[in-house]
T-cell receptor, first 116, second 110 residues
């Protein structure tokens, strides 16, 4: 079962709201990722968790706050966002191959966020 | 940082035609994947191909890591092949830092 599940599929929020995006995988992967994709652009890496520890933060503004409660779950907490943060947010997971490179990435369907 | 360029940026084909998409990368890579992003935004895995050649039905891919490029071949294209094709590379090895290429937008006409 190669499935990554993201909720919600669509989210509309105001600039003063607090919301969360959720991601779940049951493939036993120990690396989980958040990517952001603007229209007609490639996905851009935001955060990587490895063994539930944050290993990469690509200088993302603090209004985005990731959390990895356990090896199957990844959250992205959103607060005081700007309209330019409207985008497709993609979650992914992969095996960790012990220093020989990351395994294959598997993506969820994405959460489409609109900030008003 | 590494540059990952794809060509052509846009491609329009008649149904049944063949095409070759190219991914060039500016540094050595340990992993390379090809994805198809459908009109709803989902990224679908096509190939995990750090080196060598793989085939899956009408699609095949070749990565020549020493020359820093990968090719995706689509034969007998169908309208359902429309969408955006991305390659993604992990650099440096073992960092989990997958960087996406610029993408090729493909439209297949009936």
């Amino acid at each position: 079962d190669t499935e990554v599940t993201q909720t919600p599929k669509h989210l509309v929020m105001g600039m003063t709201n607090k919301k969360s995006l959720k991601c779940e995988q049951h493939m036993g992967h120990r690396a989980m990722y958040w990517y952001k994709q603007k229209a007609k652009k490639p996905p851009e890496l935001m955060f990587v968790y490895s063994y539930e520890k944050l290993s990469i933060n690509e200088s993302v503004p603090s209004r985005f706050s990731p959390e990895c409660p356990n090896s199957s779950l990844l959250n992205l907490h959103l607060h005081a966002l700007q309209p330019e943060d409207s985008a497709l947010y993609l979650c992914a997971s992969s095996h960790e191959t012990g220093g020989f490179g990351t395994g294959e990435l598997f993506f969820g369907e994405g959460s489409r966020l609109t900030v008003l | 940082g590494i540059q990952v360029e794809q060509s052509p940026p846009d491609l329009i084909l008649q149904e049944g035609a063949n095409s070759t998409l190219r991914c060039n990368f500016s540094d050595s890579v340990n992993n390379l994947q090809w994805f198809h992003q459908n009109p709803w935004g989902q990224l679908i895995n096509l190939f995990y191909i750090p080196s060598g050649t793989k085939q899956n039905g009408r699609l095949s891919a070749t990565t020549v890591a020493t020359e820093r490029y990968s090719l995706l071949y689509i034969s007998s294209s169908q309208t359902t092949d429309s969408g955006v094709y991305f390659c993604a590379v992990e650099v440096p090895s073992g960092t989990y830092k997958y960087i996406f290429g610029t993408g090729t937008r493909l439209k297949v006409l009936a």
